[in-house]
C-alpha cells in the first residue's frame, strides 16, 4: 500500500533532549516535507526536499534540522526541544514538484508535547 | 510570493444545507489548485485538484472550478452530511505547496 508512515505517533518529552521524527515513503517520491500545525495558525511549512542532499527552509524552520540521505526518508530532528514546539506535526511527500499537478501524501501524524 | 485566502470559518450547517467555502489564491506562474480534507484524528487527505483553468475537481460530491479571472478556487456540495464534518484546506503548487489556514465545517443532525 502506497503510504506515508510516521513515527513515534505521540511522544511526550522535556525540555533539552534531543528527539527524532521520522519519516518515511514508498512510492519512490522526489518531494518530501515537514509541517507543524497549530490551533488558529493553520498548517506551516518546517523545511522541505525536493530530492535526495537537497533540503531548505520552509516558514517556521528554528528549532529544527533535517536531513535527506535517502529518497524514502526525511527525519526530522529537534536538538534542543522546547515547550513551544509543542504541536501537531505532519510529513508529506510528492512525486516532483517539477510538475504542480503533483498532490501531497501525507502521513497520519505526530503529536509531541515538550514539558 | 505565493499565497492562498480562505474563508477561517467555523462554519456550522444543518445537514442536506449547501456548502460554499471561499478561496482564493495569488501565484506567479500557472499554479495547480487543490483541496484537502482533515478527518478528526487524521492526517490530510486529497479531495479534489484542478491543474488548469476552467477545470472541475470533483469527488464525494465536492465540485471547485480553477477560475483564473477571478483567481478563485471556491469548494461547494449541494448537500452536506454529518460525515462532511472535518477541516478543508484549500491550497496550490506552484515552485512550492502553499496551504491556506483551513475552514472548520460542523454539519449537525
Known amino acids: 500500500e502506497a503510504q506515508v508512515t510516521q513515527n513515534p505517533r505521540y511522544l511526550i518529552t522535556v525540555t533539552g533532549k534531543k528527539l527524532t521524527v521520522t519519516c518515511s515513503q514508498n512510492?519512490?517520491?522526489?518531494?518530501m516535507s515537514w509541517y507543524r500545525q497549530d490551533p488558529g495558525l493553520g498548517l506551516r511549512q518546517i523545511y522541505y526536499s525536493m530530492n535526495v542532499e537537497v533540503t531548505d527552509k520552509g516558514d517556521v524552520p528554528e528549532g529544527y534540522k533535517v536531513s535527506r540521505k535517502e529518497k524514502r526518508n526525511f527525519p526530522l530532528i529537534l536538538e534542543s526541544p522546547s515547550p513551544n514546539q509543542t504541536s501537531l506535526y505532519f510529513c508529506?511527500?510528492?512525486?516532483?514538484?517539477?510538475?504542480?499537478?503533483?498532490?501531497?501524501?501525507f502521513g497520519p501524524g505526530t503529536r509531541l508535547t515538550v514539558l | 510570493g505565493d499565497s492562498v485566502t480562505q474563508m477561517e470559518g467555523p462554519v456550522t450547517l444543518s445537514e442536506e444545507a449547501c456548502l460554499t467555502i471561499?478561496?482564493?489564491?495569488?501565484?506567479?506562474?500557472?499554479?495547480?489548485l487543490f483541496w484537502y480534507v482533515q478527518y478528526p484524528g487524521e492526517g490530510l487527505q486529497l479531495l479534489l485538484k484542478?491543474?488548469?483553468?476552467?477545470d472541475k475537481g470533483s469527488n464525494k460530491g465536492f465540485e471547485a472550478t480553477y477560475r483564473k479571472e477571478t483567481t478563485s478556487f471556491h469548494l461547494e456540495k449541494g448537500s452536506v452530511q454529518v460525515s462532511d464534518s472535518a477541516v478543508y484546506f484549500c491550497?496550490?503548487?506552484?515552485?512550492?505547496?502553499?496551504f491556506g489556514p483551513g475552514t472548520r465545517l460542523s454539519v449537525l443532525p
Open positions: 471561499n478561496c482564493t489564491y495569488t501565484a506567479t506562474g500557472y499554479p495547480s
Open positions: 512510492m519512490n517520491h522526489e518531494y
Open positions: 508529506a511527500s510528492s512525486l516532483s514538484v517539477a510538475f504542480s499537478y503533483n498532490e501531497q501524501f
Open positions: 484542478a491543474t488548469k483553468a476552467d
Open positions: 491550497a496550490l503548487s506552484g515552485q512550492n505547496f502553499v
